[in-house]
């Protein structure tokens, strides 16, 4: 199977602190997505984002596909960012999610 | 309208109960997934249906029998569980299996007892 490493594991903000996240993985891949998951369960879509890069509001992301990993940036990180952050790659038409960052914001 | 739809949202049953989980999308999405998710931990892939037939079974005891009655609505029957399948259960559609975003339930939080 393929391999897909997140790191940090666990990342503690300030409010209004930037970071970046990153996503490794050991093959090449169909696509890429990012998820937030809230406290709730729920996965909420960022980006889908095969190569390149995409923005939307105070996120971005990268993906560099022929060097196997993507970076998330989030900007002026607010309380409500909290939550696990998970890429997931679609190899061989499954999805592999990543094994996560977990981000606490504190005020 | 991105929305997938579970339901229910929670659900508690006993290790002889039979129950079921039921998720539906209106996006026209042909492939439709069954993930399982453990505390702490990344979600699993279970099942996978493309065009109303199961493409992949990741080894999944028989207890847990996925059923895809039509491109709308896919199905997770549950018989027999034990108490480690007590996870949260995500249901996921793409347009087609492969290569393509895939959206996501808000889950099923199971506790088998």
Redesign the interface.
């Known amino acids: 199977g393929i391999q897909v490493e997140q790191s940090p594991p666990d990342l503690i903000l300030q409010e209004g602190a930037n970071s970046t996240l990153r996503c490794n993985f050991s093959d090449s891949v169909?696509?890429l997505?990012w998820?937030h998951q809230n406290p709730?369960?729920?996965?909420i879509?960022l980006f889908?984002i095969p190569s390149g890069t995409k923005q939307n509001g105070r996120l971005s992301a990268t993906t560099v596909a022929t060097e196997r990993y993507s970076l998330l940036y989030i900007s002026s990180s607010q309380t409500t960012d909290s939550g696990v952050y998970?890429c997931?790659v679609?190899y061989?038409?499954?999805?592999?999610?990543?094994?996560?960052t977990s981000l606490t914001v504190i005020p | 309208d991105t929305e997938v739809t579970q339901t229910p949202k929670h659900l508690v049953m006993g290790m002889t109960n039979k129950k079921s989980l039921k998720c539906e999308q209106h996006m026209g999405h042909r492939a439709m997934y069954w993930y399982k998710q453990k505390a702490k931990k990344p979600p699993e892939l279970m099942f996978v249906y493309s065009y109303e037939k199961l493409s992949i079974n990741e080894s999944v005891p028989s207890r847990f029998s996925p059923e895809c009655p039509n491109s709308s609505l896919l199905n997770l029957h549950l018989h027999a569980l034990q108490p480690e399948d007590s996870a949260l259960y995500l249901c996921a559609s793409s347009q087609a299996a492969g290569g393509v975003e895939a959206f996501f339930g808000q889950g099923t939080r199971l506790t088998v007892v």
């Open positions: 169909n696509n997505q998820f709730w369960g729920q996965l879509n889908y998970f997931a679609d061989f038409n499954q999805f592999y999610f990543g094994t996560g």
